[in-house]
């Protein structure tokens, strides 16, 4: 789950580019599909239009040449064309019998003659039927058609199982010419094309059914494998990135605190001490053998004291200036408009790997404009300093109880950053002692860090404290002087 959580935005974006690429390849397949129907229902389309103009020339062949000897050959057209079932003749003197068909393609004759071309008679159209009435000079000629066997199997341009139902309609009228399976749900294509021949005025009606089974699931699948791998990757190396900065950083802030505290304190000690202490040993050596003289020379040892005494004085002066010095001359310059949730977040993200190891729960509580004067480098030292020291503290108590939380809030022309741990707190006896020079009560710890954090606070005109404990844990509050929102002070 913990895993979860702090990769939740690369997990995020993986699902997202998933999803997004299984939808590009489902609609490039059915974009793929719709095309293909659409080529084969058009190929449907051309095949029954020249039946129809077949008919019309069968008839017109008949009412050319009627002669009995074609007569007598017409009936042999259904073996020729198996879709032909009957061909009728009738004189123009004469009527059609068949009873009530004869009726109807006695008015189907009528129309035929007057529109000057074939005829078509669709009232048994749902049985699967066409009548086709061309009325001639001598005689009319009709032809029977049955409609299923207007296009064979070998004729359709997809298979014979595929989900394609193609329907021939006119007026209401309906007859299916190819029924296939038929898929549920998913998408449908449709065709609508009327027949190109107006004795036969049909409209050719295909309709295409893309189930869930058609879609393209290999490839999505390894599309995703590839863009989950890809992010993968790219987190990785987002992560190394970021612990790389974070080093950078801890290293940064490391060196900064080392040679505020250390650097040229120990090196001025070590050089402006030594000729004072020594003048000191020798005039107070110098004025021992003098007193001890028969009889003692107390006026020269008098003058050796007080030597030793300026020597001291001098040595006084020595520490006053590495103190000012590590009061970090200048940087007032220094001092610029700064957020100071940014710069909490900022060490936060740095301690984060440490905080996380520990099982330390953080909590950064405050809403609001907390933007104030300092120095950045100098408050993100302070702060390093504060949570590292609340991170040692945290490490002397169970993990179950490892809190920190980092307050924000402004009073007035301040603005503060209170930060508080559930480790063991300090010790009554050791609390005014705290931001005591080389005080610690740690046995590898330096006893400079608070110190060198109040200094610091001090020379941005804010000030660092130890509050009273509420409970178990200690509390820091950190203010600065706030800035208004013209970036003036408060």
């Known amino acids: 789950m913990t895993f979860v959580r702090a990769h939740m935005r690369w997990i995020a974006g993986a699902l997202i580019l998933c999803l997004i690429s299984s939808a590009w ?19 449907v389309h051309r095949v029954l239009s020249l039946r129809a103009v077949e008919h019309e020339a069968i008839l017109a062949t008949l009412a050319l040449l009627d002669t009995p000897a074609t007569a007598e050959a017409a009936h042999r057209l259904p073996a020729i064309y198996p879709r032909i079932v009957t061909v009728l003749r009738t004189e123009r003197t004469q009527t059609w019998a ?26 048994g159209m749902e049985q699967g039927r066409l009548w086709l009435v061309l ?6 000629h009709a032809l029977e058609i049955d409609l299923a066997g207007l296009v064979t199997d070998a004729e359709w341009p997809f298979a014979i199982d595929a989900p394609v139902r193609i329907d021939l309609m006119h007026g209401g009228h309906r007859w299916r010419i190819h029924s296939g399976a038929d898929e549920a749900g998913g998408w449908r294509f449709g065709f609508n094309r009327p027949l190109d021949v ?32 890809l992010m993968a990757g790219a987190a990785a190396l987002a992560q ?6 974070r080093a950078e950083e801890l290293l940064r802030l490391g060196q900064v605190g080392r040679l505020n505290a250390m650097g040229e304190l120990a090196a001025g000690m070590a050089h402006e001490l030594n000729q004072p202490l020594t003048a000191i040993l020798a005039n107070t050596g110098a004025a021992v053998r003098l007193l001890r003289d028969e009889p003692p020379d107390t006026e020269t040892a008098r003058t ?13 002066d020595v520490l006053g200036r590495l103190r000012r010095s590590v009061e970090r001359p200048g940087g007032a310059e220094r001092v610029q408009v700064v957020d100071l949730r940014a710069a909490a977040e900022a060490v936060l993200h740095l301690l984060e790997p440490r905080l996380r190891e520990a099982g330390v729960r953080v909590g950064l509580e405050g809403a609001g404009d907390f933007r104030v004067q300092a120095d950045p480098i100098a408050l993100e030292q302070i702060v390093h300093n504060l949570l590292t020291n609340a991170l040692q503290a945290l490490l002397r108590v169970p993990a179950t109880e490892r809190r920190l939380t980092l307050r924000l809030a402004n009073d007035g022309a301040r603005a503060s950053l209170t930060v508080t741990d559930s480790g063991p707190g300090i010790p009554a006896a050791q609390r005014p002692r705290v931001f005591a020079p080389f005080y610690t009560t740690r046995a590898e710890g330096l006893g400079l860090g608070l110190s060198l954090c109040e200094t610091l606070a001090a020379s941005m005109d ?19 002087p706030r800035v208004s929102g013209q970036g003036m002070r408060a």
Do not use: K, N, Y
Request: charged content about 25%; glycine content about 10%.
């Open 135 to 140: 009325a001639g000079e001598a005689a009319s």
């Open 240 to 245: 190394q990135r970021i612990a790389r900065r």
């Open 304 to 316: 050796a004291m007080e030597a030793a005494a300026g020597q001291a004085r001098r040595a006084a």
């Open 98 to 123: 068949h009873g009530t068909l004869g009726m109807e393609l006695s008015r189907a004759e009528a129309s035929s003659r007057s529109a000057g071309r074939a005829w078509g008679l669709v009232s």
């Open 198 to 229: 107006r004795s036969q005025p049909f409209d050719v009606v295909a309709e295409r059914s893309v189930g869930w089974d058609e879609l393209p699931w290999a490839q999505m699948l390894a599309s995703s494998a590839v863009l989950i791998g």
């Open 462 to 480: 804010g000030q660092l404290e130890l509050l009273e404990a509420s409970g178990r844990g200690a509390a820091f509050r950190l203010s600065l």
């Open 25 to 43: 390849l489902v609609h490039a397949e059915l974009q793929r599909a719709r095309r293909e129907f659409e080529t084969q229902a058009g190929i």
